[in-house]
């Protein structure tokens, strides 16, 4: 099975900019979580989507969004960048929500924002 | 209160050693998941092993097998014979029962393995 693909693999964008980043689950994951890594604040949940739904979200300010589609591909949007944006954003998939489900995570995209 | 901790900053092992990475976890749930991934330089989390609540025998894969110890609350991961490709982060995460919980991480171990 091909694992999770997240495009871009790499972001520069500008203060005051929107970006949106995109994630494709294993094949049959139904479940998509998004996770924000920095050096400072280590690894943080954003949200999860189970069937279209959002079933939990961090605590992020509401200029971070995302949304699943029906064949459970996911994308996230932050509006209105800030420096404090940067990061790497990990995408993994898991066949359900369940804590035995193993989660399997993505590449990453690294942003940047100037 | 942090549900999981690593107490290891930074971690040195020699090649062919068996190295232990610590981790504890805080949770009132009696059903939840264990997990260690380990993220190289190039950012991606790979995970390792999983150990579920119930699961009175400790994980095994590979190299990796995972210290389970419920009374104590931790899951410490023992990597054996080291090889340099080891070199990397690896953090603790878990996963509690109820209902739409969240996969929740550790600070992290940096292990280094030198030749």
């Known amino acids: 099975k091909a694992g999770v693909t997240q495009t871009p693999r790499y972001l520069i964008k500008t203060r005051g900019q929107q970006v949106t980043l995109s994630c494709s689950p294993i094949?049959?994951?139904?479940?998509v979580s998004w996770y924000q890594q920095t050096p400072g604040q280590g690894l943080q949940f954003l949200f999860e989507?189970?069937?279209?739904?959002?079933?939990n979200k961090g605590n992020f300010p509401g200029r971070f969004s995302g949304r699943q589609f029906s064949n459970s591909r996911s994308e996230m949007n932050v509006s209105t960048l800030e420096l404090g944006d940067s990061a790497l954003y990990l995408c993994a998939s898991s066949p359900r929500t369940d804590h035995t489900d193993t989660q399997y995570f993505g590449p990453g995209t690294r942003l940047t924002v100037l | 209160a942090q549900k999981i901790t690593q107490t290891q900053p930074g971690m040195f092992v020699q090649e062919k050693e068996a190295v232990t990475l610590d981790c504890t976890y805080d949770?009132?749930?009696?059903?939840?998941?264990l997990f260690w991934y380990k993220q190289p330089s190039s950012g991606e989390m790979i995970f390792l092993i999983y150990?579920?609540?119930?699961?009175?025998q400790n994980a095994t894969e590979g190299r990796y097998s995972l210290n389970f110890q419920k009374a104590r609350k931790s899951a410490n991961l023992v990597i054996s014979a080291s090889q340099l490709g080891d070199s990397a982060m690896y953090f603790c995460?878990?996963?509690?029962?109820?209902?739409?919980?969240?996969?929740?991480f550790g600070k992290g171990t940096m292990l280094l393995v030198s030749p």
């Open positions: 995460a878990m996963r509690e029962g109820r209902g739409y919980s969240t996969l929740t």
């Open positions: 150990q579920g609540s119930y699961d009175e």
């Open positions: 949770t009132s749930d009696q059903s939840y998941g």
């Open positions: 094949s049959g994951h139904r479940s």
């Open positions: 989507y189970f069937s279209e739904t959002q079933r």
